[in-house]
């Protein structure tokens, strides 16, 4: 998956995989989530969001299961 970055955002950078429907969030703190059963429109709606952090903690985070991947970096 190639990852898009988010200047000016909480969110290091997003990855979608559309044959899964799998968000990949990299955040700035080093964690990486993995968020399943996200729509195509939910993707790109985040990253054409004027904050993409307000976007990620309204309509993600509280709507999406994630698996905590690992941290990016190691």
């Known amino acids: 998956m190639r990852h898009i970055l988010l200047k000016f955002s909480a969110i290091f950078s997003v990855a979608y995989n559309s044959d ?3 968000l990949e ?3 700035n703190d080093g964690d990486v ?3 399943l059963n996200v729509p ?3 993707y790109f709606s985040l990253i054409n969001a004027y904050s993409h952090d ?3 903690e309204k309509y993600i985070a509280p709507a999406y299961k994630f ?3 690992k941290f990016f970096g190691e």
Request: glycine share 0%; no cysteine; proline share 0%.
């Open 40 to 42: 195509s429109t939910v």
């Open 25 to 27: 969030v990299k955040f």
């Open 20 to 22: 899964a429907k799998m």
């Open 67 to 69: 698996i905590r991947k």
């Open 33 to 35: 989530h993995q968020y």
């Open 54 to 56: 307000h976007y990620f």
